[in-house]
């Protein structure tokens, strides 16, 4: 089974708008750490959000928050007012600490932002 | 800029060689990540060290191999390369094991 699903190949945003990407994850770890990273057109991977498991709250990073629920073991990323500077591809990661650590990252969704 | 610099930015290689990746990582960084991202496997993890020791192995192939050196720099290794390890190769670090990755701006390998 895939440790991180990302449903979403390809999504499309107006400008000013606020998006949803969908990550649902696998673990029966207790102890485990979700993460969003962008990743431009020119390649660079950018963290941009964190997530413990044991975090009562949902964590925010200025424009992004992310929505955990973990009984659904969903960890869907949230940008509000989307600019154009946003189009990139979105990957989901999950940290497991049972596998040592081991991070894993979803297959991405690739976020376009229409002027 | 992550802080965590890789070199080459790009590699062009023949099949059968042999080619080194060097990664440093940000300043205060313990622990360094390999990462392979190709167009049809996705971004895969291959290896982990922290502080000069192997911290986790993932998908990483026997033909591959990686160290971390004293002064926190590590260098992954691919031998006897074929057309399918034609990537862009990633390093990440982090401070410990489980705190977020920053990424350098990877290195892209071509084997023709």
């Known amino acids: 089974a895939q440790k991180i699903t990302q449903t979403q190949p390809g999504m499309f945003v107006q400008e000013k708008e606020a998006v949803t990407l969908d990550c649902t994850y696998d673990t029966s770890d207790q102890s485990y750490g979700l993460f969003w990273y962008k990743q431009p057109s020119s390649g660079e991977m950018i963290f941009l959000i964190y997530?413990?498991?044991?975090?009562?709250q949902n964590a925010t990073e200025g424009r992004y928050s992310l929505n955990f629920q973990k009984a659904r073991k969903s960890a869907n990323l949230v940008i509000s007012a989307s600019q154009l500077g946003d189009s990139a591809m979105y990957f989901c990661?999950?940290?497991?600490?049972?596998?040592?650590?081991?991070?894993?990252f979803g297959t991405g969704t690739s976020l376009t932002v229409i002027p | 800029d992550s802080g965590v610099t890789q070199t080459p930015k790009h590699l062009i290689t023949a099949t059968g060689q042999r080619v080194t990746l060097r990664c440093s990582p940000r300043s205060g960084d313990l622990s360094v990540y390999w990462y392979q991202q190709s167009l049809d496997q996705g971004l895969q993890f291959l290896i982990q060290y922290y502080n000069g020791e192997e911290r986790a192995k993932g998908n990483i192939l026997e033909r591959f191999s990686a160290q971390q050196f004293p002064d926190l720099h590590s260098e992954l290794n691919l031998s006897s390369l074929e057309l399918g390890d034609s990537a862009l190769y990633f390093c990440?670090?982090?401070?410990?094991?489980?705190?977020?990755?920053?990424f350098g701006p990877g290195t892209r390998l071509t084997v023709l």
């Open positions: 990440a670090s982090s401070v410990e094991s489980y705190n977020e990755q920053f």
């Open positions: 997530q413990g498991s044991y975090d009562e």
């Open positions: 990661a999950m940290r497991e600490v049972m596998t040592g650590n081991q991070f894993y």
